[in-house]
């Protein structure tokens, strides 16, 4: 099971971590959270409803992670197109920022739940609907380490750039990461999809 997913009974999931690899997706889970900010709690006194209606930003981020986590609905070509971006941005981008940090703090607590094994690290069981959790988060971590490293198609396929960084280029650590979880998630969709 070492190093990807395998499916469970009852549709989990479950892979072998050592403590580095949980320290690593730790870190990479908390900096998301960082990243996306934290969600916006009713004010005392104010109706919690109320708060479910709360409109949102209508500018996109002018992060470029952030903006590709939250990218706009219709693009920008003509004015009527960023009119409708902003309107649906407005109405939709506070759940979806919900949705994507319930996701990390899903990964946190997960990791944080782990009963260690020495010298072996410890095997992360997921049960179905954490999986969907698992798989938010590594794709938005894949999302923001791309955008960092300006990754392109070219640079992802075998014989792209990304594979062939010489050791001394600063990049190379987060390239790795970046490659390894798309690897963890390549093989938690495999053992997500029916026989």
Known sequence: MAGHFEATPGGGASVALDDVEVAILRSLAVQLLELIGPGAEPAEGEDPLAALFAEGPSEPPSDPALARLFPEAYGDEDKELREASAEFRR???????TRKREDALAVVRSL???????DDGAVLSLAADECRHWLGSLNDLRLTIGTRLEVSDEDEGQDGSLYRLPDSDPRKPMVMAYLWLGALQETLIETLMPD
């Open 91 to 97: 109405f939709t981008e506070n759940d979806l920022r």
């Open 112 to 118: 944080d739940a782990l009963a260690p094994v020495p």
